[in-house]
């Protein structure tokens, strides 16, 4: 199959829609991170995001809307008030919400879970492509499985050449990371996993909020995660990442860096005057630039060929708790206390 790049023009609009209600998969651009879309009420279109992605079988899609009345459909029930809460405060934006499903969304999409995960994006592309396909459009991140999720369309064209027939390119992701993505079927809401919407933001709409305990720790021998993505290795690049926390993380990443053969340091802006001329990429900032930078960063150490990634780690707090979910599975959980 080829897969055409295409700029999000009226024209390329329309032939992604008529893709997706010819049950095809089309990779576009969301305000977080590129989505590999699908007719979400379409058991054998979804199916082909799991071939196309090599995701495993038990791993639920996110159901994407582009209006509020698209969401009675898909749901069992009324939204209770927490979610009513937050769909004002939040959508359209960086939000999945968890509800009991209806019946019409097929098993393949929720991998036979009796909830069903819901986004509106805010992203315009986004928005005029599920308005254009009058379908929910089913959506992991465009990338294969395990990668690092893609936050351009040449990443998109990278892991899905070949397997798709379109990529809309809207540019580069604004957030970075995948949306945060809040249970409500439980007596308080909970974070299963943290995004761009943060802790302190759901707890300013609903007063209580939990974050899931699995966010930034690894799971026990045989305990079952609440969101069956959580337990896969997740955002590797091909090198072997380690963290790096506390006082000493400067001169404990020299030293190590000296050591290695084909290594890379990903440091915040205000450190890398400390790390010399050692090979280093800048992640930005603040936690919100390494957000934005994270991934692409780590696409990049698979194109340098770093066999070893010293990263610099960030206070989980806010958007920081984010980017250490994502940077503690794509180390394995490997942190060096400094
Ligand atoms: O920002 C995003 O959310 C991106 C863009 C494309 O919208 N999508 C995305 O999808 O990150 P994906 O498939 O890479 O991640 C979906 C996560 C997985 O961890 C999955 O296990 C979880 O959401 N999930 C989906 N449905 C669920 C459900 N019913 N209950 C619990 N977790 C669910
Ligand atoms: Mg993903």
């Known amino acids: 199959m080829k897969t ?11 032939r992604a829609a008529a893709l997706l209600r010819e049950g095809e998969v089309v990779g576009f651009p969301t305000e977080t991170v590129y989505g590999l879309g699908a007719n979400a009420l379409d058991a054998d279109a979804a199916e082909k995001i799991f071939q196309a992605k090599g995701r495993p079988g038990d791993n639920p899609l996110i159901v994407h809307i582009s209006s509020e009345e698209e969401l009675a459909p898909l749901i069992a029930g009324e939204p209770c008030e927490a979610a009513r809460r937050l ?11 968890i509800f009991p499903k209806s019946p ?13 995960a819901i986004r509106m994006p805010a992203h315009p592309v986004a928005r005029r492509l599920i308005e254009l396909a009058k379908v ?8 294969r499985s395990g990668r690092p999720s893609p936050t351009t369309a040449e990443d998109v064209f990278e892991d899905m050449n070949g397997r798709i027939p379109l990529i809309l390119d809207g540019g580069a992701c604004g957030v970075g990371l995948e949306s945060t993505v809040i249970d409500l079927t439980g007596s308080a809401p909970r974070v299963l ?9 759901i707890e300013a709409v609903t007063q209580t909020c939990e974050v899931d305990p699995a966010v930034l720790h690894p799971l026990g021998e045989g305990e079952r995660p609440r969101s069956p993505g959580m337990k ?6 091909r090198g072997e990442v380690t963290i790096f926390h506390g006082p000493g993380t400067v001169r404990e990443i020299c030293n190590r860096y000296d050591r290695s053969e084909d290594a890379l340091i990903l440091a915040l802006e205000g450190n890398l005057s400390q790390y010399g001329d050692r090979r280093i990429i800048s992640l930005g900032p603040d936690a919100r630039a390494m957000a934005q930078n994270l ?16 990263c610099e780690a960030v206070e989980p707090t806010g958007v920081g708790l984010a980017v250490m979910n994502r940077l503690l599975r794509a180390a394995a959980f490997r942190v060096v206390e400094t």
């Open 232 to 237: 896969y290795k997740h955002y590797a690049p």
């Open 136 to 143: 929910p459009v089913a959506a992991p991140s465009a990338n």
């Open 193 to 201: 996993r943290p995004g761009g919407i943060t802790q302190a933001q």
């Open 104 to 116: 019409r969304v097929p098993e393949r999409v929720t991998a036979g879970l009796a909830t069903v």
């Open 295 to 310: 991934f692409g960063a780590l696409r990049e150490a698979d194109r340098m060929g770093a066999k070893v990634i010293f």
């Open 87 to 97: 769909m004002a405060a939040y959508w359209p934006g960086p939000m999945t919400l």
């Open 4 to 14: 055409q790049l295409l700029p999000p023009t009226g024209e390329a609009l329309s």
